[in-house]
Each structure stands twice: as C-alpha cells, then as structure tokens.
C-alpha cells in the first residue's frame, strides 16, 4: 500500500490535456503522476517565494560591516534626543 489517499481533480480544455498527456507520454510516466509531480514543483517555488525575504548578493556581509562599523553622529538627531532628555513627554517610572 502506497500511503495516498487525497485526490484533486481538474477540468481543463482540450488542448491543455491533449499537452499533458503528451508531455507524460515523453517522460515515460502516468497522466497522474505528471501532473502530480508538476503541480508539486509549482507550489514548493510558490510556497518558497513567500516565505523569507530575496535580497541581493552580498546584502549580509553590507549589513554586518555596517554594524561593525564605528557609530556616526547625526547632529539633528543628537539634538532630538538632548532635547527629549531635558524635557521628556513622557513621566518617567
């Protein structure tokens, strides 16, 4: 016993089924298992787009020598947080 039991099934046109049974016939494999095998490919890419966030070749090693490096000063910044320590809006606990 093979362990699957779910089905899905599918209406398709004419001409998409005629394509899908010919391209399993090239792989030398059931109409089934082609289009089971095609539709898992499809949603592992799907599934991997959407978790987790692309970014470009060598973002982590920008990232980390950013963070390695020596703190700036931003002066109007700085003068924000002078101007919050002096006179906070809120009370502090």
Do not use: C, W
Request: hydrophobic content about 40%.
């Amino acid at each position: 016993m093979s362990g699957r039991s779910g089905q899905i099934a599918a209406r398709i046109d004419p001409a998409r089924e005629q394509r899908i049974r010919y391209a399993s016939q090239l792989e030398n494999t059931s109409v089934s298992s082609f289009v089971v095998e095609a539709a898992s490919e499809k949603a592992e890419r799907v599934i991997s787009e959407h978790h987790g966030t692309p970014v470009p070749p060598g973002y982590f090693d920008e990232l980390l020598r950013a963070l390695d490096a020596p703190p700036r000063v931003i002066p109007s910044l700085a003068a924000a947080a002078a101007r919050v320590r002096e006179s906070p809006a809120f009370e502090q606990r």
